[in-house]
C-alpha cells in the first residue's frame, strides 16, 4: 500500500494525503481526520524513519511517571493512559512512557527522551506551583501540555479538573444541610492540585456566610493514614467539626476510619466528602460520597492539545478546564445535631 493508493482512493493529491498525515497546519482537521482514517483502513503506515527525517517528528507523545508519589499507582492511572493511548492512535501517533523511582531521576529521564528523540512533546502529570519539569521543556524549547496548572502559566499549555469549584460545592451543599462547623483534609501544597483545593474550601466558607475555618483546615496530607491522623486531630477538638471536606478520597478514606474509631457513623452523625471518584470509595459500605473525574477522557483530551502544540498552536490557545461530578453517597446527611458527640451510636 502506497501514499498513492490513498490519495486516489480520496481523490486527492498525494500532497495532500502526506501533509495531512504529517499534521501541517494548512490541511484542515476533517481532511486530515478523513485521511488518517483511510490510511488506517487501507493498511498504509508510512516509514517512521524516514518520515522522522523528513519531518523533525516521530510521532509520539511522552509521558514519566515518578513513582515514587505516593498514588503514581492509583487504580484508574488505566484509564489515564487508555484515554492518552487512543488520543495517540486516532491521529497516527504513538506513547513513549517511561518511569523514574525520583525528582531528579524524572529529570534526567527527560533530558535523555529529548535527546534520543523519543518523543515530540510530554504530558505533565501532577504539577506543582513550581514545577522544575517545566523550567526544563522550556529551556529545551520541547512542547509540553499540563494535566493540571502551575504557579507561572508562561508558555503553558493545559487540560484541568476544576477541582476548586468541586470544594466550593461540597462546602455549599454541607451548609446547605445545616452544618456550620466544616472541616478540611488537604494534600501537599506545593502540588498546585492541592492548593486549589484548599483555596476552593475557603471561598466556600465564605459564600456560605461562615467564618474562616482557622484551627479546622489541615494541609500537607498525602496519604490514607495522614487522613486518618489529620481527621483524628479535628474531631478530638472541643469544638469538633460535624463535616469533613477532603481533598482526595485517599484522604478521605483515613478520615471515615478516623470517624469510625470515635464511634461516629458517616452519613448520620459525621459527613464527609472525597475527590476523585476512585472505585475504593465507591466499594466502601456507605460508598463515600465524592466528586468524580473521567480519567479516560482527560487523557484523550490531554493527546489532542499536546498533538496541537506540537503542530505549533500557541499554548495560550490551548488552556481548557472540565468540571468534576458530584457521585450521591452514603457518608453525607443533614445535621443532626449541634454536638455530634451527644449522637454517636
Known sequence: MTIADVAEALGVTKGTVSRALNGYPDISPSTRQRVVAAARRMGYSPLAHAQAIRTGRVRAAGLVLQLEQHDAQKPFLADFLKGITQGASAEGWTLTVATADSEAEGLETYRRLIDERKADGFILPRTRLVDPRIALLREANVPFVLFGRTGNPEGC????????????????????????????????TAFTYAHLRATGFETGLTEAGLPPASGMMVTGC??????????????????????????????????????????????????????????????????????????????????????DR????????????????????????????????????
Do not use: K
Open 157 to 188: 499549555a493545559w487540560f484541568d479538573i476544576s477541582s476548586e469549584d468541586a470544594m466550593r460545592e461540597a462546602v455549599l451543599r454541607l451548609a446547605g444541610a445545616g452544618h456550620r462547623r466544616i472541616g478540611f483534609v488537604g494534600g501537599d
Open 222 to 307: 498525602t496519604t490514607t493514614e495522614h487522613g486518618r491522623g489529620a481527621a483524628g486531630r479535628l474531631l478530638d477538638m472541643a469544638d469538633a467539626p460535624t463535616a469533613l471536606v477532603c481533598a482526595t478520597d485517599l484522604l478521605a478514606v483515613g478520615a471515615l476510619r478516623a470517624a469510625r474509631e470515635r464511634g461516629l457513623v458517616p452519613g448520620r452523625t459525621i459527613s464527609i466528602t472525597g475527590y476523585d471518584g476512585s472505585p475504593e470509595g465507591a466499594g466502601m459500605e456507605p460508598p463515600l460520597t465524592t466528586f468524580e473525574v473521567d480519567q479516560l477522557a482527560a487523557g484523550t483530551r490531554l493527546t489532542a492539545l499536546l498533538i
Open 310 to 345: 506540537v503542530r505549533g498552536t500557541p499554548p495560550e490557545e490551548l488552556r481548557e478546564t472540565a468540571p468534576a461530578v458530584f457521585r450521591q453517597g452514603g457518608t453525607h446527611g443533614p445535621l443532626v445535631s449541634d454536638n455530634h458527640r451527644e449522637n454517636r451510636q
